[in-house]
């Protein structure tokens, strides 16, 4: 067994030459190129068995950052030369020299080699350096039990070592060297929350020189200065040098700086004889773990995620000058910050932070130059910045009037000092303010009296055509009255007016239009219809711009109490019309089309429709003589008066009837309203105030032939489809506690890589215009093509509804967002997957107009700043610098990511999906282990921090992608297993499909199907995940109608184990093992979206701990589904759960259940609690061997034999009735007479600890871990167990394991069969498979045994 693939925390990071980070994993070190553009690395396994702890670096004689650029300029010998440098990495007992090589030929950045063997010493390693001694290069090693030693790491050999009087365990050391080992000092963290100084050379005769063999030296050195104040052990320790600054982080939750003046250098003291502590820094949740001293910032990391940036200099007073973000639960366990380079007077640095998750992220951050003199304001400014808590300022707003709504503008360049705010006021006004300077405010547009207390405003940006296009802000204000009116805000004078019925314009939205020049405006009137102009900007001379709008048909909203329209979006081309996708005040979802014949649409009760929503008055529409003269009608002239030629014809759209919702999900984000619909990537986002997020797809309509059953269509008869199109909800994501005012989803997916494009496209263009003029005259039947009766795979009608295939389009997966909202009084953006706030703005809640900059129409930059209004002010909160770095823009929220973290906490359980990719097509699909290469494992992984992630593993580079994350859970997974469908189940759309059911504590179940796709274009796998169903056995007894007679179930039950009983197309039966000693078996099915409880059994009266399911078939085909369950008594019990009726999910079949007292078979197994079972069989003369193999709490391996004899089957004239035939009379089960404990063989002293995890490679051959770290492979022979071989797990505290071999056979996916390769020891190429073992990391195993 060999190591393919390691996830575990990140325990030692260090930068080298500000162009490379080296990373320790385990026994891994992994090197990062940093300048390269795809941060290319290279790994090496260096210390076996130990973690690495620390990575020093041995520089070149002459200064390595100044060699590095100058042969860079020169373009000298790094370019036909390699670079190589001498690494000593250490952790545990171990040490080695590894060699970095750089400036390789043939596009390869960097290489990592073994420079000699692994030095094992006696005591631990705390710390180690550099030293040059008569010309030698030698290592200074600081020992945990307070002593150091003089290593040649070249020949392994120990020179010469050191104790201290005070022999105490160390948490933590620093060994400093200055010129020599005669000037070196240790500081040391001992376990008494104490800072001891000593030097270890403080007079040659209390230094034992020794030889190979080593000793013990006769004389120890005496601590010289005790530094007191820490209320815990301390985990790091920072020296800086050119101030003689110590920093230390310890147990207490703080970080001490220390006054200690000049250690390991020539002088007769050990710094200053009285050292002050300089400050105390509080600003933690939980431990600190590490410490970095700077010039001007002190660098902390600990166990509450966060690395925090204190600001030491003038001025500064030792406050939070910035808060690092970006790691899942678990804390930071690594930190590195490099030397940093000079750019304009600040000094840049490299921050490196690596969590508990296996993540490594980076920043980039600027320090300004010590003692650089300045303004107090503009420190406080600086550092208010950089706080998450954004400052706010006041504009000033000046204009007449109190301020009631507010937008921004930009140019387009995501400038916030060039950037607009507008301001509606109650007295009909709009004024124009600048964001980068408080009280210069100017009037833009005044309305007339219609306008005042009350008016509602938005604003689109598009593009104006011309030679020189420009960006045009177009305006839009409503009134009491119906009164709408549309300008641009470069041209005020020249506007647009419009009528939105007769009443209350209740609210406006903006969609933009495929053409950039264009955009549709939606407004709610009364009586719950939606008025919708198209508006396009055209050029008028040099510089200015004329509105054109054109009407559309209005839609109409269901009846209901609130009855406007909040948000919208515009989805592409498909037949007969275009798709709209609107929210509403109510909380409901609405699919309109254009084109679609008026009629009642699905959630829209016809009969209760009022009939006043049905008319649209005339009064104040505008009228033109015809299609040509529509641009004058429209058009207003310099006074703002409507141009008109009084010919009387009604503009298209006006006199159509509304269109009707296809589909509506009524009330769907409660009763308080959707707030946001956004589309990305072919899927649709919407958010309301309910605290959801919803993840929707418009799943097209089965087309059906029209026609009588017995004749077949002619040429050129029409098709229609069966109910049209239909909104699907995939999954819901909540937001965090408290946080139930979502307003906005913001992407965060990168865009994909494209090239130049002109700003619009002439061919969208036209495909807009034509689509418009098919579908805006309300027509429909027209016979499309894609409209095709058969679906083989994907429909045509498919591509067209999603645009599929069309320029700019994607195919349809989840990308990853946050949520912006309101929490108490706060508005917080909010990362569902890290479980962080990114940004928090004390605003005074949600009751108020607001905007975030920049506007986020499509990806959101990662930093944002925040518009209000309270207390009639306008107030702003100040973005980050709009100074660019490699890194990215400076302030951003996030950083850059050079690994993604799976999991913060333990992870408890591990399911396989399958294997997708590969050399061959991109479709390949396979569940066994090809020898493709570049191929991808799907696993999915269930953690302590009560998320499950979706991972993608190449197995070739060791790749690891993150492709989901869902977090519906409220307590720890515990338990996973997967359904698949058969291969070539969905062809051309997905690899993979499986339903996943997950569960654990809180007796929480959570059901979804996962679809597993390829990227042709990226050459890696995607997901989809729709969420199916869930289940808590507490709400289960809510909905019971007598539940006061019964007992409620424990809240606190936990889902132990899962298995999957039996599998069709239309459920799914799984049983569960509970804590609180019942046996549960529930149904799923997919159509209802439900869990239901079929039956439970109490037998065990314990807490049952393992369930493993056994599928049977006899001779005649008859098939015997089996169940074994173990707890904690160490018993296993055999169950029969054939019945077809119960496993078909009938509810009524309550014989079958009351048939069913006990268990058909009981023995023992283990002393104590049975953790894990295996399951096989083989078949006989007169029946079949089923083995059963169990590992324990106490540490033991047992294997079952038991033998199964088929009952007799009635006979009709000699002929053998299968079970078929008994289906309606009676089922053939297995009673204790059919089965007998034929043996028992045991392996005492398998594991160390208790056996967590055991699972079946394939026939003949298990693997079992356990907290021991040991993963052992055991072969089945006719006496038992025979060991093969054992590999130490990087895995700390394994709970779960996975293992495949072979290929899966034809319609064996329910029933989790095996298959090994039958030719496979045949040809001599022995045993071959994976195995993936899971606890506090994640580790993939390759395993390759020869032929016994």
């Not at 977090?967 to 339903?995: E, Q």
Request: glycine share 12%; hydrophobic share 35%.
């Amino acid at each position: 067994m060999e190591t393919v693939v390691l996830i575990a925390p990140i325990t030692a990071l260090e930068f080298f030459l500000e162009d490379y980070l080296l990373k320790g994993e385990g026994p891994i070190l992994t090197v990062f190129s940093l300048q390269s553009r795809t941060r290319a690395s290279a790994s090496i396994d260096v210390l076996q068995h130990y973690r690495i702890h620390g990575v020093r670096p041995k520089y070149k004689h002459k200064q390595p950052q100044q060699n590095h650029e100058a042969e860079k300029e020169e373009g000298g010998s790094s370019a036909t030369e390699p670079d190589l440098y001498d690494l000593a990495v250490f952790g545990g007992k171990g040490v080695r020299l590894v060699r970095l090589i750089t400036q390789l030929h043939g596009g390869e950045p960097v290489r990592l080699e073994a420079h000699g063997p692994l030095i094992e010493l006696r005591d631990w390693i705390l710390d180690l350096c550099w030293l040059t001694q008569d010309g030698r290069a030698l290592l200074g090693v600081a020992l945990a039990h307070n002593s150091v030693l003089l290593l040649d790491p070249h020949e392994g050999i120990p020179l010469a070592r050191c104790g201290c009087l005070d022999g105490c365990l160390l948490y933590s050391a620093l060994l400093l060297v200055d010129q020599s080992w005669n000037n070196s000092v240790l500081v040391g963290g001992t376990v008494f929350n104490q800072l001891v100084l000593w030097r270890p050379n403080r007079r040659a005769e209390e230094v034992e020189v020794v030889g190979e063999e080593g000793g013990d030296p006769e004389r120890k050195a005496p601590v010289e200065r005790r530094l007191l104040g820490h209320g815990g052990v301390i985990f790091s320790i920072s020296y800086l040098r050119a101030k003689g600054w110590l920093a230390s982080a310890s147990d207490d939750r703080s970080v001490r700086v220390w006054g200690v003046g000049a250690l390991g250098g020539p002088g007769p003291t050990c710094g200053e004889p009285d050292p002050a502590c300089l400050m105390v820094l509080y600003g933690h949740q939980a431990r600190v773990f590490s410490v970095h001293l700077s010039p001007g910032k002190v660098y902390s990391a600990g166990e509450d995620g966060c690395c925090l940036v204190w600001d030491w200099s003038r001025g500064g007073g030792g406050k939070v000058a910035q808060t690092l973000k970006g790691h899942r639960a678990g804390g930071i366990r690594a930190l590195a910050v490099s030397q940093g380079r000079e750019e304009g007077g600040t000094r840049a640095r490299w921050v490196a932070t690596g969590g508990a998750d296996g993540g490594v992220r980076l920043w980039r951050v600027e320090e300004t130059k010590v003692g650089e003199e300045d303004d107090d304001e503009e420190e406080e400014e600086e550092e208010k910045e950089e706080v998450g808590m954004a400052a706010m300022t006041d504009l000033k707003f000046s204009g007449r009037g109190t301020p009631k709504g507010v937008c921004v503008v930009e140019d387009g360049t995501a400038n916030w000092a060039r950037s607009k705010i507008l301001a509606c006021t109650d007295q009909g006004a709009v004024y124009q303010g600048s964001c980068a300077a408080a009280g210069q405010w100017e009037l833009l547009w005044q309305g007339d009296r219609a306008y005042q207390s009350y008016c509602v405003m938005e604003v689109l940006t598009v593009t104006v055509k011309g030679a020189t296009p420009r960006k045009a802000h177009l305006c839009v204000v409503g009134n009491l009255s119906g009164g709408i009116h549309v300008f641009d805000t470069s041209r005020p004078q020249r506007g647009l007016s419009l009528r939105g019925g007769d009443g209350k314009i209740h609210s406006l939205v903006w969609v933009e239009g495929h053409a950039p020049h264009a955009g549709y405006l939606l407004a709610s009137g009364s009586h719950g219809l939606v008025h919708r102009w198209r508006v396009e900007a055209r050029p008028d001379g040099d510089s200015g711009s004329v509105l054109i709008a054109e009407p559309r048909p209005p839609f109409a909203l269901p009846p209901c109490a609130k009855r406007w329209l909040t948000s919208a979006v515009r989805l592409r081309k498909s037949p007969p019309g275009a798709l709209w996708v609107c929210g509403d005040r109510r909380g409901s979802l609405l699919l309109f089309q254009e084109g679609s014949r008026p009629r009642g649409g699905v959630g829209v009760d016809e009969e209760r429709e009022d009939p006043d929503s049905l008319i649209t008055s005339s009064a104040g529409r505008q009228t033109n003589a015809d299609a040509e003269n529509e641009k004058e009608t429209n058009c207003c002239d310099e006074e703002g008066k409507e141009w008109s030629d009084g010919g009387g014809k009604k503009p298209a759209g006006q006199g159509d009837p509304p269109l009707q919702p296809l589909s509506c999900l009524f009330g769907v984000h409660g009763k308080q309203g959707v707030t946001s619909v956004c589309e990305h990537r072919g899927l649709l986002y919407s958010a309301g105030r309910d605290g959801c997020v919803r993840v929707l797809r418009v799943r097209p309509a089965t087309p059906q032939w029209v026609l009588p059953v017995d004749r077949r269509p002619s040429a050129g008869e029409i098709m229609e489809p069966d109910g049209g199109p239909q909104l699907e909800v995939l999954r819901v994501q909540r937001a965090c506690k408290g946080m139930e005012w979502l307003e906005r989803v913001l992407i965060l997916a990168p865009p994909e890589p494209s090239t130049a494009e002109p700003l619009w496209d002439e061919e969208e263009e036209e495909e807009e215009k034509e689509e418009e003029e098919e579908g805006g005259g309300g027509g429909g039947g027209v016979e499309k093509e894609g409209w095709c009766h058969e679906q083989a795979g994907e429909t045509k009608a498919e591509q067209e509804l999603t645009g599929r295939g069309k320029k700019g389009w994607h195919d349809g997966r989840e990308c990853r967002f946050v949520v912006a909202g309101f929490q108490a009084v706060n508005f917080v953006v909010w990362d569902p997957v890290r479980q962080e706030r990114l940004l928090t703005v004390p605003c005074g809640g949600g009751h108020r107009s607001w905007i975030l900059w920049p506007p986020c129409k499509s990806l959101w930059p990662g930093y944002g700043a925040l518009v209000f209004i309270k207390h009639g002010a306008v107030v702003a909160t100040q973005p980050p610098r709009e100074t660019s770095t490699s890194a990215g823009v400076a302030g951003k929220t996030g950083a850059c990511g050079l690994r993604e973290g799976v999991h913060g906490k333990g992870i408890g359980c591990v399911c396989r999906l399958g294997r997708v990719g590969g050399t061959g097509d991109g479709s390949q699909t396979t569940r066994g282990m090809g020898s493709d290469e570049g191929h991808w494992e799907v696993l999915v992984t269930g953690g302590e921090d009560t998320s499950l992630t979706v991972l993608a593993v190449q197995p070739s580079s060791g790749t690891v992608q993150v492709l989901s994350v869902i977090t519906d859970h409220i307590s720890n997974i515990r338990t996973l297993v997967a359904v698949l469908d058969p291969a070539g189940a969905r062809p051309g759309k997905h690899s993979l499909s499986a339903l996943l059911v997950s569960a654990g504590g809180r007796a929480q179940m959570q059901c979804y199907r996962l679809l597993i796709g390829w990227d042709e274009k990226r050459r890696e796998p995607y997901c989809q995940v729709i969420q199916v169903a869930s289940h808590r056995l507490d709400e289960l007894w809510e909905k019971r109608r007598n539940r006061h007679k019964t007992v409620k179930a424990d809240p606190e039950t936990r889902y132990m184990s899962i298995a999957v009983v039996n599998s069709d197309a239309a459920t799914a039966v799984v049983a569960l093992a509970c804590s609180d000693g019942a046996i549960r078996l529930f149904s799923i099915s997919e159509v209802k979206g439900q869990f239901d409880l079929l039956w439970e059994s109490f037998y065990h009266h314990r807490c049952v701990l393992s369930v493993a399911p056994c599928c049977l078939v006899d001779a005649t085909g008859n098939r015997y589904r089996l169940l074994l369950s173990a707890a904690t008594d160490g018993r296993i019990a055999l169950w029969d759960f054939t019945p077809t009726s119960l496993l078909a999910g009938n509810l009524n079949s309550k014989s079958d259940t009351s048939s069913r007292p006990g268990p058909c078979l009981t023995f023992p197994a283990h002393q104590s609690g049975v953790n894990s079972l295996a399951v096989w069989q083989e078949r006989t003369e007169d029946g079949c061997l089923v083995t059963v193999a169990s590992g324990g709490d106490d540490g033991q391996l047992t294997l079952s034999v038991v033998q199964v004899r088929y009952p007799e089957v009635q006979t009709d004239g000699g002929r053998v009735l299968s079970q078929e035939h008994h289906h309606h009379h009676h089922q053939l089960l297995l009673s204790p007479a059919n089965l007998t404990l034929l043996s028992q063989s045991r392996v005492s002293l398998a594991h160390s600890a208790p056996v967590t995890a055991l699972s079946l490679l394939c026939p003949g051959f298990l693997v079992s871990t356990s907290p021991d770290q040991r993963v052992r492979l055991w072969r089945v022979c006719s006496t038992g167990l025979r060991p093969m071989e054992a590999l130490y797990s990087h895995v700390a505290d394994a709970a779960g394991l996975a293992a495949w071999g072979g290929e899966r056979g034809p319609g064996e996916g329910d029933e989790g069969w095996v298959k090994a390769d039958p030719g496979c020891e045949s040809r001599g190429l022995g045993l071959g498979g994976w195995v993936v073992v899971c606890g506090q990391g994640l580790q993939l195993l390759h395993v390759r045994t020869s032929s016994p």
